[in-house]
């Protein structure tokens, strides 16, 4: 799946989720930190987010579950590791 974005699966070092606080409403972001030391970021309302998504959850080991560890409780960030590289 493309998602158009400079997202290249074998220089993924790490995958956070996270949520932000927006006073109403929580924002589900992710932080993807890719090899270079880019970080690239990312949430829930931008067009491409399913895409990303289904994209990082296909990397060895990534948890299905991880919503559930970010959702609750309300406007608390929740931060979760979903991905952490192991060192070859």
């Excluded at 158009?4 to 006073?23: C, N, S, T, W």
């Excluded at 409403?25 to 992710?30: A, S």
């Excluded at 932080?31 to 990397?59: C, K, R, Y």
């Amino acid at each position: 799946m493309s998602t158009g974005l400079p997202l290249e699966m074998a220089v993924i070092q790490h995958v956070v989720f996270y949520k932000r606080d927006e006073l109403t409403t929580d924002l589900i972001c992710c932080e993807i930190l890719m090899a270079s030391g880019q970080t690239l970021w990312f949430h829930e309302e931008m067009p491409n987010w399913n895409d990303v998504v289904a994209q990082i959850e296909l990397l060895e080991g990534f948890p299905q579950d991880w919503r559930s560890h970010v959702i609750q409780p309300p406007f608390a960030e929740c931060r979760f590791m979903a991905y952490e590289k192991r060192a070859q």
